[in-house]
């Protein structure tokens, strides 16, 4: 994300990562990042519960406003749940799983698109037939 982040901003477009893990975050350098602690693929929030993604989501892009170093990180207040007791879950081996691997309790990835709305489905498959993509953001030559 970081190199896909700067060629964009390169072109003169701001971005914003939105980040869980915070090392990885660190190490690709992005122009400009909003760290969340919470579990991998709940970096804007919650399922299930818009105010607080909202909120959330209000809060990193005042990153906009106060980063002002490429590469800054600014660290959101929000935790997943009281304590750390939750990354022992995600960050230890489950023995059950076998192999020494942690369980993964993530909603099933897939191989095509998933939409929110059948609007949202319609709107990309527009997109697609006017000869653009369904989930990218083209950028014109500079």
């Not at 023995?95 to 020494?100: L, M």
Request: hydrophobic letters at 35%.
């Amino acid at each position: 994300m970081g190199l896909i982040a700067r060629e964009i901003e390169g072109r003169g477009i701001p971005t914003l990562s939105m980040t869980s893990a915070l090392s990885i975050t660190r190490s690709v350098n992005p122009p400009r990042a909003a760290f969340l602690d919470y579990p991998l693929g709940h970096t804007t929030g919650k399922p299930h519960e818009p105010a607080l993604q909202r909120s959330l989501l209000l809060d990193a892009l005042t990153a906009f406003e106060t980063l002002e170093e490429p590469g800054a990180v600014l660290e959101l207040p929000y935790t997943w749940e009281e304590g750390d007791a939750w990354k022992d879950h995600v960050m230890r081996p489950d023995p059950s799983a076998g192999s020494g691997e942690a369980a993964d309790d993530r909603t099933a990835r897939h191989d095509t698109p998933q939409y929110q709305t059948e609007r949202d489905r319609e709107l990309a498959q527009e997109a697609l037939a006017s000869g653009g993509c369904e989930t990218c953001v083209f950028l014109s030559d500079p």
